[in-house]
């Protein structure tokens, strides 16, 4: 069995610039769902995706975007970053419908704006 | 109100003894409740879900959850160093997708 995976581990931009985050999730899942965390605190939710389509969006700008691939695979991009755009994305991944709909998350991705 | 809170902590305890991590949350619809554990720089790994009022336990850790008094906690029986870390609390709400956390309670265990 595969596990949630992420990429870039680390990444730096600058204010203004736009940045893609991508996730895979673990096999047999079908539900990507995106967290931020910054230090100190516990993941805020993003967005979650579901059949190619966003089904929940947290309190995050329009600038917060993403997408899910036919694999269930997903991206998060984030435009016009910000310096308080520098956290811990985290993605997670579910099998809609199943149990307490458990979410696994990946490695995530330390991001840094300038 | 937060809707989930925990004592950021730290919790110290010495190696052997049972660590106890709280969280209360703010209303009484029926959800879900995760524990989960994050390592510093680390991702969380889910250790328990639980849904029923009760216990549940699963090796050293259990899970209890009291909905009238609205909050839950996680056990670590015979806690070892390697148990150090922070304890996210999340719930889930049934008609909702999304998790939302407490800001984790640090564990420290003293050898």
């Known amino acids: 069995e595969t596990g949630v995976t992420q990429s870039p581990t680390h990444l730096i931009k600058t204010r203004g610039q736009q940045v893609t985050l991508r996730c895979s999730s673990q096999s047999g899942h079908n539900t990507v769902s995106w967290y931020q965390q910054a230090l100190g605190q516990g993941p805020q939710f993003i967005f979650q995706?579901?059949?190619?389509?966003e089904n929940g969006r947290g309190n995050f700008p329009p600038r917060f975007s993403g997408l899910q691939f036919p694999n269930y695979s997903s991206e998060l991009n984030v435009n016009a970053l910000e310096l308080d755009d520098s956290a811990l994305y985290l993605c997670?991944?579910?099998?809609w419908g199943e149990g307490y709909n458990e979410q696994f998350f990946g490695p995530g991705t330390r991001l840094t704006v300038l | 109100q937060k809707e989930v809170e925990q004592n950021s902590g730290p919790l110290s305890v010495p190696e052997g003894a049972i660590a106890s991590l709280n969280c209360t949350y703010s209303d009484r619809v029926s959800q879900s409740f995760f524990w989960y554990r994050q390592y510093s720089g680390k991702s969380p790994e889910l250790i328990m879900s639980i849904y029923s009022n009760g216990d549940k336990e699963d090796g050293r850790f259990t899970a209890q959850l009291n909905k009238a008094s609205q909050y839950v906690s996680l056990l670590i029986r015979d806690s070892q160093p390697s148990d150090s870390a922070t304890y996210l609390c999340?719930?889930?709400?049934?008609?909702?997708?999304?998790?939302?956390f407490g800001s984790g309670t640090r564990l420290l265990v003293r050898p």
């Open positions: 995706y579901y059949r190619e389509e």
């Open positions: 999340a719930r889930r709400m049934d008609s909702s997708y999304k998790l939302i």
């Open positions: 997670a991944s579910s099998l």
